[in-house]
């Protein structure tokens, strides 16, 4: 809530940036026109050269001035949480091979993720493309240096799970009726009593769960997601003992615009520290949420080695934000990951290469053309 706030107050870094960059089109504007004066062979007078001097020292420190003002609230650390081995490959029309997805998952980790998204406990009937989960978790669950949570639907796949010695699982709900009874088959308050279930099933065995949240800015049947109703579904999963909740924009239908006031909702209801995003990239808004996110306070970031995913039902919904083109912003904006981007490109290469698919990530494709050799930023 104090975020919020406080969005609301320095909001118009913004509106300031914007016009740092009007600013700067005048500024061209009038090499141009020393352009067009040298072309005509005409001597611009002395007065002309110290204005233009003096307005690009006073464009410097305005835009010095403007970045501050834009990004003082962006945390100086953020967690990126890689979904790539299951929210990426559920989507994926042919079947990934086992050892290829825990080739991956090994590589992620060993890139400095520290949160990798292993697998789901779902009915091969519904995913097919996990139903390899209990032979993924099997190797993974040996691997050091990092957490690999799984998604469980209800009590069936969370016992499944614990049979395989998961660490930490996750629950998916939705903001939109229609959409929860498309993607598990019950209304959106039968779900969260049946998470309840597991929840409380989790805290037993000290396992921490965390939340998902689907459609939380418009849903591919109903159309726009009210805010309110998203705040309420998050703040559901947060009071039955989920330690973050992700908010997944499952279409990529959101903008800055739409995402400010929905994430302005959430932030009303539950603590900022809680509040994960997850954005797809379908209509390329992808990393503009992401950094008003930032600058929100939000300090956790799902993302997809390679822009790898979609969502087999939402009809339409593109991949993931690609975690290299998070990263990549990241690095520009000065915030710590801890995390290697060449070694994640070089995760993507692989992964791609197995199943036959062109790497989505543009940050991926422009750092390997620049550096064709390298493994490693450190």
């Known amino acids: 809530m104090l975020y919020a706030r406080a969005w609301r107050k320095t909001g118009r870094g913004l509106g300031f940036a914007t016009a740092m960059l009007l600013r700067a089109a005048n500024h061209d504007n009038s090499r141009i026109a020393y352009a067009r004066i040298i072309h005509d062979e005409q001597k611009p007078s002395s007065m002309w050269f ?15 001035k403007g970045f501050v003002e834009v990004t003082k609230n962006i945390p100086k650390f953020v967690k990126i949480v890689e979904v790539g081995p299951r929210d990426g490959l559920q989507n994926e029309k042919a079947s990934v091979p086992t050892a290829v997805k825990i080739e991956l998952i090994q590589r992620l980790a060993g890139a400095g993720l520290r949160v990798v998204e292993a697998t789901s406990f779902v009915s091969p009937k519904w995913i097919p493309q996990l139903a390899d989960a209990k032979d993924v978790m099997a190797a993974v669950r040996s691997f050091k240096g990092a957490q690999f949570p799984v998604l469980v639907p209800n009590l069936k796949g969370f016992d499944a799970a614990m049979a395989c010695g998961v660490k930490e699982i996750a629950i998916f709900a939705s903001a939109s009726e229609t959409f929860s009874q498309k993607n598990i088959n019950c209304s959106i308050e039968n779900s969260l009593q049946r998470y309840e279930e597991v929840v409380n099933a989790a805290q037993k065995n000290a396992i ?158 422009a750092l390997r053309r620049k550096f064709p050799s390298q493994q490693s930023m450190l």
């Open 208 to 365: 921490p769960v965390r939340g998902y949240l689907s459609c939380v800015v418009a849903c591919p049947d109903e159309g726009p997601i009210s805010p309110s109703k998203v705040a309420f579904v998050a703040k559901k999963l947060l009071d039955m003992g989920c330690y973050e909740v992700s908010l997944g924009d499952t279409i990529g239908a959101g903008t800055p615009g739409t995402v400010l006031q929905m994430l302005e909702a959430v932030m009303e209801a539950v603590p900022t520290k809680k509040v994960a995003v997850h954005f797809h990239d379908t209509y390329g808004q992808a990393l503009a949420n992401i950094f008003l996110a930032l600058q929100m306070g939000i300090s956790i970031v799902d993302s997809s080695v390679a822009g790898l995913g979609g969502c087999p039902y939402a009809k339409g919904a593109t991949g993931n934000v690609a975690t290299e083109d998070v990263l990549y912003m990241l690095n520009g904006l000065g915030v710590q990951t801890d995390v290697d981007i060449m070694k994640v490109i070089s995760a993507g290469e692989y992964v791609c290469s197995h199943i036959g698919r062109q790497n989505s990530s543009k940050a991926a494709i």
């Open 50 to 64: 110290q204005h233009a001097q003096h307005s690009s020292e006073a464009m410097q420190r305005e835009g010095i």
